[in-house]
């Protein structure tokens, strides 16, 4: 069974773009529209979810309210969170690291690095 | 006609309206000094990030056509070098063929890799959302601050109340006022390193 990875970003664009490059590297893919849609989405998943990639800037639950929430949660405590965002200044990161974010990468991205980010924590035969 | 005295009472009152008069005329141009200057800066604010959308969507939409070119050059080889096979089958050059499969494979790298670039360069849409998104923002604060003036001007408290109300209907915009396709402040080498400190 392929490792499930959960795309949360409000721009369908990077959400499309993501989950392709995803899908290519031999993951399922499941997408959120912002950090509420996020946790009721992994609340149904009865499967659980192998990493997280979010984005920080959005509505209803921005990317730190969202991690801090998985973090609070017993079952995502070592979830790996990647931070995906085009803010990349100091503060950003720091906050991003305080609230348990495994890693930061900025926007604008290519695939293969975000392919290789994952590969990190989760092996596949392709990305392997 | 009147006396001496009820003509000084007369003007005295006439220049105590006028002191008034200047007075509201100074608590008035108080108010709109603020909203004034924050206006004047926001224009530029809002022009430099719609010059940033304009040359970041023509340097994209260069990559992207370069990378077309390349991708269109690939097909047309990779089509030449399907007719050699079907020559090599007809005059029975087996031994051939294999350099020509190479080729292809070689090829269709090179075309799948033009297609990634493609997509790597297509998230310009989304940090040119996001830098639409500010100036749309600066745009939107400039007109709250002219309708503040208006209410001032006007000695209307409702427009200036309107200035100021966030429940105007007006989207509600989410985005990084940093976002940019070429700069960087930060490598994603120090980012790296920040995190792997943690762990």
């Known amino acids: 069974m392929a490792l499930k990875i959960m795309v949360v970003d409000d721009s369908p664009t990077v959400v499309k773009f993501v989950s392709f490059s995803l899908k290519k590297g031999g993951f399922e893919v499941v997408t959120a529209c912002d950090g509420m849609d996020a946790l009721e989405k992994i609340s149904n998943l009865p499967d659980g979810i192998d990493l997280i990639i979010t984005d920080l800037n959005m509505p209803n639950l921005d990317g730190y309210g969202l991690i801090a929430a998985l973090r609070q949660n017993p079952r995502h405590v070592d979830t790996p969170i990647v931070i995906l965002s085009s803010e990349d200044g100091e503060d950003d990161r720091e906050r991003g690291m305080e609230v348990g974010a495994n890693s930061y990468l900025v926007k604008p991205f290519k695939a293969a690095v975000l392919i290789n980010e994952v590969g990190r924590y989760l092996k596949t035969e392709k990305v392997s | 006609m009147p006396t001496n ?195």
Not at chain 2, 64 to 73: H, K
Not at chain 2, 113 to 122: F, V
Not at chain 2, 149 to 160: A, E, P
Not at chain 2, 163 to 168: A, F, G, L, Y
């Open chain 2, 5 to 199: 005295q009820g003509l000084q009472t007369k003007l005295q009152k006439e220049i105590e309206e006028l002191a008034l008069s200047i007075t509201e005329i100074v608590v008035k141009f108080r108010e709109l000094h603020n909203p004034l200057r924050e206006s004047s800066e926001k224009v530029p604010q809002a022009t430099e990030q719609l010059d940033k959308i304009s040359e970041q969507t023509e340097a994209a939409t260069h990559q992207m056509l370069d990378r077309v070119e390349e991708i269109v050059q690939q097909v047309e080889e990779s089509k030449s070098g399907l007719e050699k096979i079907r020559t090599c089958v007809k005059e029975n050059r087996i031994d051939d063929i294999e350099g020509i499969i190479q080729d292809l494979t070689n090829k269709a790298d090179v075309t799948c890799n033009g297609a990634y670039t493609i997509m790597d360069a297509l998230q310009f849409q989304d940090i040119t959302s996001q830098q639409m998104n500010h100036a749309a923002s600066l745009l939107e604060d400039i007109e709250n601050k002219l309708q503040s003036i208006m209410g001032v001007l006007n000695g209307r408290q409702d427009d200036k109340d309107k200035s100021s109300d966030k429940e105007t209907g007006k989207k509600n915009r989410v985005y990084d006022p940093h976002a940019d396709l070429f700069e960087k402040k930060t490598e994603q080498s120090v980012i790296d390193d920040l995190f792997a400190k943690k762990t």
